[in-house]
Nanobody, 115 residues
Framework: QVQLVESGGGLVQPGGSLRLSCAAS????????MGWYQQTPGKQRELVAT???????NYADSVNGRFTISRDNAKNTVFLQMNSLKPEDTAVYYC?????????WGQGTQVTVSS
């Protein structure tokens, strides 16, 4: 069983920055491929960024060059640094972990980009 708890969401003006964190319970975090997804009302959850156990990263085209995913295995935490935020980045952001093919999700954190 893995529990994921996101934090760091909030209200920010366009062009601003936020850093999301996702703390994972359990001792097998280092074996998990981690990711961040976003969801807006009426739409499916969409991939934002992923990071493998080896540190390989992948980004959605819409955030490439603005967002950075990273992980700290010693602290069982994955981060999403979001810069140059746009109103269209407004969404609930979910942390995910994939361990041996089994997906786990956090409860989500709201990010609102508005002036």
């Amino acid at each position: 069983q893995v529990q994921l708890v996101e934090s760091g969401g909030g209200l920010v003006q366009p062009g601003g920055s936020l850093r999301l964190s996702c703390a994972a319970s359990g001792s097998i975090f280092s074996l998990a491929n981690m990711g961040w997804y976003q969801q807006t009302p009426g739409k499916q959850r969409e991939l934002v960024a992923t990071i493998t156990t080896g540190g390989r990263t992948n980004y959605a085209d819409s955030v490439n060059g603005r967002f950075t995913i990273s992980r700290d295995n010693a602290k069982n935490t994955v981060f999403l640094q979001m810069n140059s935020l746009k109103p269209e980045d407004t969404a609930v952001y979910y942390c995910s972990a994939n361990i041996f093919g089994l997906p786990y999700w956090g409860q989500g954190t709201q990010v609102t980009v508005s002036s």
